[in-house]
């Protein structure tokens, strides 16, 4: 909790500044918080890598890729000839892999991706975990009583926060039924936004929950929350104690991000990198050459 509350403390505190004087040296202590805590923090990933056999909702096409073309010479970007080379990605939709969905997903009249606010890159992270009634019941959909025995053991869910709910139906991916998968109640979704008024919740399969009707989903989206889908790795995550980043584009209208999560979790947590324990600048020489495959569709080393 050392963790937390020394971040918090600090964007409090550069928050409630009001003078330039003041911001100053507010700014001063994100940079302190920065090397006192978050630069020994370690980071994990919670995204899918997109690729063209990625599992994908049903009711869309599948993806591809391949090799930008000069539009001057009608040929792919050679190392050789154009000193770079460049991939043109075909997307049949918005709504795939790790995402992040945008209200305007379900109702016009709330927010698109990029009308979402940059307030979304960093918040609290809580991880709730069903995984073990997962393990027995493979449609197993979080209870309220699921968010009421995590609170009986961490205490109550912070306002503003992210609620991942770990099922860990992700570790087989990309071998994931689509169609039979672990679910989030409606009364779950509601209790967490209406009595918990947390940010967003998120969860491991590609849809909310199996109803024909979409139920959780749609209440969530029109209603002006947005929710996370496809996000893996919560078995390395701790369920208190960590901070979420959020990064995703700005498609004009979209209804939903291709997102990248990357839980942030206490120096001491077991899992996760440092920074600066793998080369970052420069990033690190590979042996084998990034070549175009064309029987896998993409770029590989093999």
């Not at 980043?245 to 700005?250: I, L, V, Y």
Request: charged share 15%; aromatic share 12%.
């Amino acid at each position: 909790m050392h963790f937390l509350n020394v971040a918090t403390v600090v964007f409090a505190g550069l928050l409630a500044t009001g003078s330039a004087e003041k911001a100053h040296a507010g700014q001063s202590r994100l940079w302190s918080a920065y090397d006192s805590v978050l630069s020994n923090a370690k980071y994990i990933d919670l995204t899918h890598t997109i690729e063209p056999a990625m599992p994908i909702w049903r009711g869309f096409g599948n993806i591809t890729f391949s090799q930008a073309v000069n539009k001057l010479t009608g040929k792919p970007f050679a190392y050789t000839k154009d000193l770079f080379v460049a991939n043109a990605y075909q997307l049949t939709t918005d709504q795939m892999g790790t995402q992040l969905d945008a209200p305007a997903h379900f109702n016009p009249y709330f927010a698109a991706s990029d009308e979402i606010p940059a307030t979304f890159a960093l918040r609290k992270l809580v991880v709730i975990d069903v995984s073990n009634k997962v393990a027995t019941n493979s449609s197993y959909a979080a209870t309220v009583d699921d968010v009421l025995e995590w609170e009986a053991k961490h205490g109550r869910i912070p306002q503003r926060s992210v609620v991942f709910v770990r099922s860990d139906w992700s570790k087989t991916w990309p071998s994931v039924d689509t169609d039979v998968f672990p679910q989030v109640l409606l009364e779950t979704v509601q209790f967490l936004h209406l009595q918990r008024s947390i940010l967003f919740h998120g969860h491991e399969p590609l849809d909310t929950d199996m109803t024909s009707d979409f139920a959780s989903e749609r209440w969530l989206l029109t209603h002006g929350y947005a929710q996370a889908e496809g996000v893996t790795n919560l078995h390395m995550v701790p369920p208190t104690g960590c901070l979420l980043s959020t990064g995703f584009p700005k498609f004009l209208g979209g209804t939903g991000n291709y997102v990248r999560f990357v839980a942030v979790c206490p120096p001491d947590w077991p899992q996760g990198i440092l920074p600066g324990s793998t080369p970052e600048a420069p990033l690190p020489e590979y042996k084998n050459a990034l070549v175009w495959n064309s029987q896998k569709g993409h770029r590989s080393r093999s």
